[in-house]
């Protein structure tokens, strides 16, 4: 018998799913004939003759209590129950832009953002002055890596409502991410000057006054969010990776205590345990720091659940793209107009020195460092590269496409540093596509790499293979592979330098650098600490002070627990 009902259940769900409520409802009446006590079938057929009641004219709206309800089933996590009968409210009353809102919202939820910006783009249509739906519209371009087109979504909705926090704080969080610290100061300022107590600016405020050299200012931010919010994990974890903790530290006791809400959610133990770990480590504790690293690294890979087979196959892919010789530019004399700065390229995995050599390189005064720049892969990716063979057009849309993401920067100088790590994934479509752009491949000991890798909390979802000590010293020897690759098929185009060599033998190594890239000598390069620009990741600190030796080294605090990744990476 049940078998049966859930079946007819099931049928009716699909129907009304598809809109088909006149179908839907008649299955729920025939299942309440036979058993009409069956509250599953009662409540859906309630739910379901709400939907029909309303709809009494075209373009009559939902009811209050419909949308009450689906916010309510959004808010409890219900997403594909809130999606089921947001979509069939949006069929019924296709004019409601509340609706079509927070469809957006939905599917930005489900990992679906392409749908989120057709939802969020027809609440708009719908009602062109709904502010919150141009903010949720940046917020998903955003995602998508789109930032021009995130920062104008931003800007309308700031046009409609001038007043409106949120959008100064996601235009600033936006302009950081185009290399604009600058302007993000102002939109963060703006947000605070509306809402004092808004603690996610204060912490925005605070990373971009510690990517500016500002680590003083940045502590009084953080602190000011954890006035507003004691309880507010992510702030404790970018306080501690600006200070130095000191034995008796409040700040531990109170990360300690919210750790130990049974009710805490996955996200802000995650940041507990990464603050913990760097605490204890400056302290000296280093068995507590590594137990807090392990759990937080084990609670961000059940986040994230990555898989090494996806990376070994991506990496199979691409070298199967050039299998048959690397495509060349059709007209490359016709395209020289787009290449009026030199791009260089500072590549290799995560934590191994790049933003050392992106700062030294960026003291010359005819080099500009743009950090860690989205452009390449979705440059890449918006080709539909995958195939065995790849055709000059595609080669020629990577060239436009990066190109005009520099050109956006607006910057006088000559060269611009791109130091995005993954980059690496797609030396060969620099090659083909932008031929003459230095490629700088940093290499560190693999034992400091994979261990700096693991320690670090990255902020993007796409380091997936840091959290774990297998996954991250096998994606480190497929690293290895694909730069042999690389190499292999593209000799004496690739720069390689030693993160190690260049500690120990700065002017020597750093000479040779700018010699290679084509660009004379300037004394002030060795000075670099001294070179007033924003650095936007964990290194900001080190690179602020003289060249020093040993950091290759600290990875042997831990190796009493670190025996299994040593083995693996032996010979690496």
Request: include cysteine.
């Amino acid at each position: 018998m049940t078998l049966s009902v859930d079946k007819f259940l099931r049928k009716a769900k699909s129907h009304a799913k598809k809109g088909e409520i006149d179908l839907a409802v008649q299955i729920l009446k025939d299942i309440l004939d036979r058993y009409p006590k069956n509250k599953q079938a009662i409540e859906r057929l309630k739910s379901l003759q709400q939907l029909t009641e309303a709809y009494v004219a075209p373009g009559a709206g939902p009811s209050r209590q419909q949308l009450v309800e689906l916010t309510a089933l959004y808010k409890e996590g219900k997403l594909k129950d809130c999606l089921a009968q947001g979509e069939v409210l949006a069929k019924r009353f296709p004019n409601e832009p509340i609706t079509a809102n927070l469809l957006g919202a939905v599917y930005v939820a489900l990992g679906r953002p392409k749908q989120a910006v057709a939802s969020y783009t027809r609440a708009i249509q719908i009602k062109f002055d709904f502010a919150e739906a141009h903010n949720n519209l940046g917020d998903v371009r955003k995602i998508l890596g789109e930032f021009e087109e995130a920062v104008a979504s931003y800007q309308r909705a700031l046009q409609i409502k001038p007043d409106f926090d949120v959008a100064h704080n996601n235009l600033g969080e936006v302009l950081i991410d185009m290399g604009q610290p600058d302007r993000a100061l102002s939109s963060f300022a703006k947000a605070l000057q509306i809402q004092p107590n808004f603690a996610d600016s204060h912490i925005n405020l605070g990373t971009t006054l510690n990517s500016l050299g500002k680590p003083d200012e940045a502590i009084a931010s953080y602190n000011r969010a954890l006035q507003i919010n004691p309880a507010f994990a992510k702030a404790h974890r970018f306080l501690s990776t600006v200070k130095t903790f000191q034995d008796g530290d409040p700040q531990i006791d109170l990360m300690l205590q919210l750790l130990e809400r049974k009710s805490l959610p996955k996200e802000d133990r995650i940041h507990l345990n990464f603050g913990l770990a760097k605490a204890h480590e400056d302290i000296n504790d280093y068995d507590k720091a590594f137990s807090y690293f392990i759990e937080g690294n084990r609670l961000c890979k059940e986040e994230l659940n990555y898989k090494t087979a996806s990376t070994r196959a991506l990496f199979a892919k691409i070298k199967a793209a050039f299998s048959s010789g690397t495509p060349v530019l059709r007209n490359l004399e016709g395209l020289a107009s787009d290449n009026r700065q030199q791009p260089i390229f500072i590549l290799g995995m995560p934590r191994s020195g790049a933003t050392l050599v992106e700062q030294i390189l960026a003291s010359h005064s005819q080099v500009y460092g743009a950090g860690e720049l989205v452009l390449l892969g979705p440059s890449v990716s918006a080709t539909e590269w995958i195939s065995a063979q790849l055709s000059s057009d595609q080669i020629q849309s990577i060239r436009r496409s990066y190109f005009s993401g520099l050109e956006r920067l607006r910057v006088p100088e000559l060269y611009i540093t791109d130091k995005m790590p993954v980059n690496f994934w797609w030396i060969g479509f620099i090659i083909a596509a932008l031929p003459g752009a230095s490629i700088i491949h940093v290499k560190r000991d693999a034992r400091a790499t994979c261990w700096s890798n693991f320690k670090h909390y990255f902020s993007r979802k796409g380091n997936g293979y840091a959290y774990d000590f297998q996954d991250v010293s096998e994606y480190y020897k497929m690293y290895i592979d694909l730069m042999a690759f690389w190499q292999k098929l593209f000799p004496g185009q690739i720069y390689d330098l030693e993160y190690e060599a260049l500690t120990e033998h700065q002017e020597d190594e750093s000479r040779k650098l700018f010699k290679h890239v084509g660009l004379n000598w300037e004394d002030q390069c060795l000075e670099f600490y001294k070179t007033e620009r924003a650095i936007q990741t964990a290194s900001v600190m080190q690179v602020r002070r003289e060249m020093y030796q040993g950091s290759s080294n600290q990875w042997k605090k831990y190796e009493e627990y670190l025996g299994p990744m040593v083995k693996s990476l032996r010979g690496f």
